[in-house]
């Protein structure tokens, strides 16, 4: 059997569609930073970053135009307002483009997972390595300009233990032992994303247009900064650093760059991934402390994500995915 004539499941066009909206909507956050960076060694980076989007873009559209699906609207030249002032800082640009890479890692290994046909396989993989050299690439980098944050450190203990208590599990009037390195993973990487969803809220907040998604930004902002508080005071509890902010990297402009679609969907989509993350959170937590923290932290997510979905189909700004048919509403029409 041929397994590129097979046609693509409902999984695999999910993923392709995701890939090309998502993909999108940063390659023009991308092409706006390129063009007000300065330090050539990170404009090079985005300029890779920019160039291999543009190849894996040209391949989802040949998917999804030999399965007879209609190529998503995504993000395109009407959301980026060429010309504009200069709205983040070099280093920050370089944070966003690792943190985005980080994004683009863990998307494309689980739209491997649910592929099956081997062209579609091996393309995941080729972003899959591509996203790879580009993490190398901005570690190296922000390693370099000594600004790369790195998590706490361990000393070793003497020997391998057993859990001999059930206080193990006990975080709560401070009883609970410190935490554990398998549970810092999470909490380090959720308040890393934080930080940036905060960071982009205010800087978004600055340029938008409109006072809805204004009032929106706001409100996301305030979430993000809730959340670092409580995660950076767990942290703090045990005297490990906590990741610090990225304000300053956000200058005084008030001229957008990017239309209020474009804002908005970018702060929806950072809420919405960051509950998996979450999710990952609470299943490796150990301490009732931590699960209750995330459990909260999870619902609060939930009433941004619902605000922003409402404001974006308000707006008609966002895409409907390929849906199942609708057998009832086709019998209708026989």
Not at 47 to 57: C, H, L, M, S, V
Not at 216 to 239: P, V
Not at 276 to 293: E, I, Q
Request: with cysteine.
């Amino acid at each position: 059997m041929d397994e590129n004539k097979l046609r693509l499941t409902s999984s695999e066009i999910g993923t392709l569609w995701g890939e090309y909206v998502n993909g999108t909507m940063t390659d023009v956050v991308n092409r706006y930073m390129v063009s007000i960076i300065e330090d050539e060694s990170i404009k090079t980076i985005f300029k890779d970053a920019i160039k291999t989007f543009g190849k894996q873009k040209q391949q989802i559209v040949s998917f999804m135009e030999n399965e007879g699906f209609p190529i998503p609207i995504g993000f395109t030249d009407s959301d980026l307002f060429k010309g504009k002032p200069r709205l983040f800082t070099d280093i920050f640009c370089l944070n966003y483009l690792h943190i985005m890479t980080l994004h683009g890692l863990l998307g494309h290994s689980t739209a491997l997972a649910v592929s099956v046909r081997k062209d579609l396989r091996d393309f995941y993989d080729s972003c899959d390595n591509d996203a790879k050299k580009m993490y190398h690439k901005t570690i190296e980098l922000l390693l370099e300009k000594g600004s790369f944050q790195r998590d706490p450190l361990f000393y070793p203990s003497q020997n391998p233990q057993y859990i001999s208590s059930q206080d193990f599990t006990d975080g709560f009037f401070g009883k609970g032992r410190k935490l554990a390195a398998t549970e810092i993973i999470s909490i380090s990487f959720n308040l890393k994303k934080s930080i940036m969803a905060k960071t982009l809220s205010i800087a978004f907040g600055q340029v938008a247009q409109t006072k809805e998604v204004r009032k929106f930004l706001t409100d996301s902002q305030n979430t993000a900064d809730g959340q670092i508080k409580t995660f950076s005071k767990i942290m703090q509890a045990d005297n490990l650093p906590v990741p610090k902010s990225w304000e300053t990297e956000v200058t005084t402009s008030t001229d957008s760059p990017f239309s209020d679609k474009l804002m908005l969907y970018h702060i929806g989509f950072l809420f919405q991934a960051a509950q998996n993350y979450h999710g990952a959170g609470l299943a490796s937590a150990m301490r009732t402390d931590l699960v209750t923290t995330y459990e909260a932290t999870i619902l609060k997510n939930l009433w941004v994500t619902k605000k922003w979905f409402n404001l974006m189909v308000q707006n008609k700004w966002l895409e409907q995915p390929p849906l199942a048919p609708n057998r009832k509403e086709i019998a209708k029409e026989v």
